[in-house]
Nanobody, 123 residues
Framework: DVQLQASGGGLVQAGGSLRLSCAAFGVTFDDHAIGWFRQAPGKEREVVSCIPSSRSSTFYADSVKGRFTISSDNAKNTVYLQMNGLKPEDTAVYYC????????????????WGQGTLVTVSS
């Protein structure tokens, strides 16, 4: 079965950093769009950052620009989200996702989803 395993979440103070990882099993990232989405209590799931399957560009939500960085390691079949300067409003469950051969990576209709990892940022 296809599995995406997200990890790296935790409890940090405002201004701190975390690095989220998403390892893929049963699917290869190199021909897939990859994305990080998050969902806070009472809110809709929203895109945080993503990369289309062509790797031609990178998208960041306005709320995280300059603070978060998405990257991938095809050899390890893993995608990362480096989060710096964390704010309390970043508190959410973060999900990684993958979808084959897509360029519009910021819509949450991906084929494969990870289980999510909780990020909590205290004031």
């Amino acid at each position: 079965d296809v599995q995406l395993q997200a990890s790296g979440g935790g409890l940090v103070q405002a201004g701190g950093s975390l690095r989220l990882s998403c390892a893929a099993f049963g699917v290869t990232f190199d021909d897939h769009a990859i994305g990080w989405f998050r969902q806070a209590p009472g809110k809709e799931r929203e895109v945080v950052s993503c990369i289309p399957s062509s790797r031609s560009s990178t998208f960041y939500a306005d709320s995280v620009k300059g603070r978060f960085t998405i990257s991938s390691d095809n050899a390890k079949n893993t995608v990362y989200l480096q989060m710096n300067g964390l704010k309390p409003e970043d508190t959410a469950v973060y999900y990684c996702a993958a979808d084959q051969y897509r360029e519009l990576c910021y819509y949450p209709d991906y084929e494969h989803w990870g289980q999510g990892t909780l990020v909590t940022v205290s004031s």
